[in-house]
């Protein structure tokens, strides 16, 4: 296996801050997609292992928000085919194993889900995130009343969805 450059380290940490990843907490993974759960959960293969990933700063709002859960993952499945190569920068593991990570293609896909209004910005957990382009994304896409927000001040958030379930 051929070592990477120092400069070509420096040009990537360089692309990913550009497109909105927080560089340096681990090294980048690069993936193969295999599947798409659904708005912000697919799975990938890496190395021969099969991983989860959870899509890190956002949440795409549950299957049963119809229509808006089926949008999210119809719009994830088009921006991700399955075969497609994808940069991982993982951020951490969640309670559930899964790997949490902000995913990236031709851009950075949270990001592009909550600027297409397909998911919000999830604020409890934009720390590690750059929180400023995931807000201004979702700004943006609630002033245009794009996706999750066509209903007047958007539909309810996918984080109380399950709170609600769960209670």
Known sequence: MKAASPLRGLLLAGWLA???CNAGRSQPLRAVVLSIGDGDTIRVREDGRTMTVRLACIDAP???QSPYGAQARA???QRLPLG?????DIHTKDRYGRLVAEVISDSNLGLALVEDGQAFAYRRYLHGCNAPAYLDAEFRASRHRFGVWQPPGGIPRPW???RQRRS
Request: glycine share 6%; net charge neutral.
């Open 84 to 88: 497609a190569v994808v940069t991982l």
């Open 62 to 64: 549950e299957l049963a």
């Open 75 to 77: 719009y994830l499945r």
């Open 18 to 20: 550009l497109v909105g």
């Open 160 to 162: 109380e969805v399950r």
